[in-house]
């Protein structure tokens, strides 16, 4: 009784669900519903009694109406026929509900509901899991539905339900991204976040809008990891982008996260107080305020290339763990821009004025770069990255060229400086001082210069190339020699301003010997040479040789007395000869006091060479006057031994007198 009484009420909801539902889904609908009210009126049952009313309606009659045999099942009660209206309808439903639309309609109500969500899915972690079941169960019905290829019309409705679903999966991998649940440690020395020094560091308004940007403190161990992202974020993320790979939604997911994380390295190199500089704007740029955009920039490319951008590489590496190529596809895409920005400004100094001022700015930025390159290999190891590595390597190359065309550079400079301008009292020409303490300075940056004219751009880690001190030949110290002659001819033509020969000698041996001393206290002496050392050396001794004999030869000449005895001079012609000496003398000192010897030393050997060639014929002439007799008859002595030994020790004083 109890069983005719359940099919009693099946047939009724079975009549009930054909009359009222006008569609599949409704009709799911009317099924759960009944299901949930009565625990007789299970899916299970329902889908049953549906499935062989449907039979019975196509066989014709059989069953019920078709006369069974002696072991037909006994006829259930009949209920009341349906309306003809009804039966009308009934006869043109579709086919069967199959278990793969069914599944369909599950996953979109599922899918639906977390879709619809104002708030984060992902702050629920229950709602979470159950949304990404829901994703796996949807992909593998997609991939299922292609594989067979019978229900185009479901397959459709699949992929839409997927593409729906992926659209929220973008939202929540953004979110989740920008918005980590917890703060990453900050790198060291830290980025400011009170702004309470910005208008010290940067000026406050610095074009970046309205709030300046705190700008980042120095750092010098680039040894460091930036975590943005806290380990369950990381995890989060890798589930949301792994669905979204399976579901061949890997590019977007790529394009997602290379969006979200721009923001973050923008914002982190504007912290570091480097803006982004057109071509133009560099060349038009004073070199003081690109003195001050370098000394920006070197520590932000240090900063960026060692620290940022290798931080970017592990994060997404983590994030696209075993989902290649989308990983390096959304790694490069975030850090390219603020890169090539930092790369763009090195190619704008390189390309701009090469003045020699310009040299050691250069260099420092080239060491930055050339230094950098062999720790970008592990990070830039993937085929799309690979074009960001040779970026950073040519504009290495583009420095070590423009090194060498600033070095061209002083040697015309050199040879455009006039000359018109003698120096005073032939002391050292400035551009005398200002080559060799420039060369001297450059030698600081000896290995650079040495791999830079080898043309070995980018080499490091290797020895300092061997140089021979007694035979120099590498290309720094055949240049540096072809400076140093350009620079002595240079002095030479100036020398030929001076009307007086003698002063043109000072001016030699002062320049000469400041170039000495230079060399041999740095090591442009190892790049010269013992033997180029030794020829300069000889032209000063010439230089000195020359103004002897230019200066003091006519003085030795009038002095000389001839021996006692047959030839000696006459008293008269001997007080001639003191008179002229008096004259050449006093000449002599009051105008050569006022020169120069600027070195010491060599001020010294120069005094103590006129004293030789002075004093001991000019002691003679005093002693045969004194021991004359007809000399000593109105003889006037104006300068004693005494007094000329003491003249002589005070030239070449000049401004130091």
Not at 69 to 75: D, L, Q, R, T
Not at 347 to 369: G, K, Q
Not at 546 to 571: E, N, S
Request: aromatic residues 8%; hydrophobic residues 40%; contains cysteine.
């Amino acid at each position: 009784m109890a069983e005719d009484g359940e099919e009693k009420l099946l047939a009724t909801v079975q009549h009930i669900v054909q009359t009222l539902g006008s569609s599949d889904t409704m009709t799911e609908d009317i099924l759960r519903v009944f299901s949930n009210y009565d625990g007789r009126l299970s899916l299970d049952k329902l889908y049953a009694a549906r499935a062989a009313a449907a039979s019975a309606a196509g066989g014709g009659g059989g069953g019920l109406g078709g006369g069974g045999g002696e072991h037909s099942m006994p006829e259930s009660p009949t209920l009341p026929p349906p309306p003809a209206a009804a039966v009308s309808a009934a006869a043109g439903r579709p086919p069967p509900v199959t278990s793969m639309e069914r599944t369909v309609r599950t996953l979109d109500r599922q899918i639906s509901q977390f879709v619809a969500m104002d708030g984060l899915i992902w702050a629920d972690s229950a709602d979470a899991d159950a949304f990404l079941e829901a994703v796996d169960d949807l992909i593998g019905t997609v991939q299922e539905l292609e594989a067979a290829g019978t229900n185009r019309g479901l397959f459709d409705r699949a992929e839409e339900l997927l593409s729906r679903c992926m659209a929220r999966l973008e939202e929540e991998f953004r979110a989740l991204i920008e918005r980590p649940d917890d703060a990453a440690p900050a790198a060291p020395g830290g980025f400011r976040s009170d702004g309470s020094d910005d208008e010290e560091d940067f000026g406050g308004g610095d074009g970046y809008g309205d709030e300046p940007i705190p700008i980042a403190k120095p750092v010098t161990d680039y040894d460091v990891v930036i975590d943005a992202l806290s380990p369950g974020s990381v995890a989060n993320v890798h589930q949301i982008a792994r669905r979204m790979v399976d579901a061949g939604f890997g590019r977007e997911c790529a394009e997602v996260y290379a969006a979200a994380r721009r923001g973050f390295v923008d914002e982190s190199v504007a912290r570091l107080g480097v803006r982004p500089r057109t071509a133009e704007e560099v060349h038009a740029s004073s070199w003081e305020e690109l003195e001050f955009d370098i000394a920006r920039w070197i520590p932000a490319f240090n900063m960026v290339f060692r620290i940022l951008i290798p931080s970017e590489r592990r994060l997404c590496d983590r994030v696209f763990d075993g989902l290649a190529p989308f990983g390096d596809l959304a790694f490069v895409a975030a850090v390219r821009t603020q890169a090539l920005q930092l790369i763009s400004f090195g190619d704008a100094i390189s390309s701009s004025s090469r003045a020699p001022e310009r040299l050691f700015r250069v260099v420092d930025m080239y060491e930055a770069v050339r230094d950098l390159l062999p720790d970008l290999d592990p990070v830039f190891a993937d085929p799309y990255s690979a074009a960001l590595r040779a970026e950073v390597t040519a504009v290495c190359n583009t420095l070590g060229s423009s090194i060498k065309g600033i070095f061209m550079e002083l040697e015309n400079l050199i040879r455009r400086d006039p000359a018109r301008v003698a120096a005073h009292g032939g002391g050292i020409h400035p551009i005398t001082r200002y080559v060799m303490n420039y060369l001297r300075a450059a030698c600081g940056s000896r290995q650079t210069l040495e791999e830079v004219m080898e043309g070995d751009f980018g080499a490091v880690g290797g020895a300092a190339a061997a140089v021979d001190p007694d035979r120099p030949t590498s290309s720094l110290a055949v240049h540096i020699a072809w400076i140093m002659d350009v620079l002595h001819k240079n002095l030479d033509i100036k020398s030929k301003i001076y009307r007086d020969p003698s002063l043109a000698c000072i001016f030699l041996m002062n320049n000469g010997k400041y170039i000495i001393l230079k060399v041999n206290d740095s090591e442009l002496g190892v790049l010269l040479g013992d033997e180029w050392i030794k020829q300069m050396t000889n032209r000063v001794r010439r230089w000195s040789m020359d103004y002897q004999r230019v200066t003091w030869g006519k003085v030795t000449t009038v002095l000389q007395t001839g021996g006692p005895g047959v030839g000696a001079l006459p008293a008269t012609a001997m007080k001639q000869k003191l008179r002229m000496f008096n004259t050449y003398f006093q000449e002599i000192y009051e105008v050569q006091s006022e020169w120069v010897i600027a070195d010491e030393q060599l001020r010294v050997d120069v005094r103590a060479a006129v004293a030789e060639a002075v004093m001991p014929v000019y002691t003679a002439l005093i002693s045969r006057l004194k021991s004359s007799p007809e000399a000593r008859h109105d003889l006037y002595i104006k300068y004693t031994p005494e007094d000329v030994e003491a003249c002589i020790q005070h030239l070449f004083e000049g401004a130091a007198k």
